[in-house]
């Protein structure tokens, strides 16, 4: 896929507090992760445009960016957790904040959660996934960062993902076999520095959105 071909993305609106969060409609995708986990770099790649701010500090990122992505999709960036810095009126905040986007979130919205490769998922990660199970919202994990890991790496961070999910791994060969609505855990590797699995998600979400369009 060449760039002229790329659909163009736009910043809709920031939300700091919990009446400022729009009412949403359409095919959403959300982006979650930890602080560091590197998912302004990611969104910045997937969009082909420089709309999230990446910085060296963790935890840039303190609200919720939506994003329109062409006519039918929309894209949302949330801040991240787990930053040791933030304070307890800070994390209580940010819970709050949340609560009142997933109460907003349209029918079929679908999460990205974004784990750093070379780290184990933990205890916020394992309970984040259950909490989007009990909203019935479909998850799919993607592991960023890849390219820090040689092939012994990967190979232990697939068995690891095999252990604590038993996840089917999507892979560039076979993407388009799977859809939004499976039941199944999904993941895959990605890399923003690279451009590694960009192109596949890219093509997933777009057919997300041609499938779920209002």
């Not at 997937?46 to 303190?62: D, E, I, Q, W």
Request: net charge positive; proline share 4%.
């Amino acid at each position: 896929m060449t760039k002229k071909k790329l659909v163009a993305a736009r910043l809709i609106c920031t939300s700091y507090l919990p009446e400022q969060v729009p009412p949403m409609r359409g095919p959403t995708a959300i982006f979650l992760g930890r602080s560091n986990a590197g998912k302004s770099s990611l969104l910045n790649a997937l969009l082909n445009k420089k709309l999230a701010h990446v910085s060296k500090a963790p935890g840039k990122t303190r609200s919720v960016n939506f994003f329109r992505w062409g006519s039918r999709l929309n894209c949302v960036d949330v801040p991240g957790y787990g930053f040791a810095g933030r304070g307890k009126a800070e994390k209580s905040g940010w819970k709050e904040l949340m609560e009142t986007f997933f109460e907003k979130l349209p029918e079929h919205a679908m999460a990205y959660l974004l784990l750093d490769a070379k780290r184990l998922p933990e205890a916020e990660e394992i309970l984040l996934i259950e909490a989007l199970a009990e909203r019935s919202i479909p998850v799919e994990l993607l592991l960023t960062k890849v390219d820090r890991l040689d092939q012994s790496g990967r190979e232990r961070c697939r068995r690891e993902m095999s252990r604590l999910f038993g996840g089917v791994e999507i892979t560039e060969k076979d993407a388009s076999r799977f859809t939004f609505h499976a039941s199944h855990l999904t993941w895959r590797f990605v890399s923003a520095k690279t451009g590694e699995g960009i192109a596949a998600l890219r093509r997933a979400l777009l057919d997300y959105a041609k499938a779920f369009q209002v």
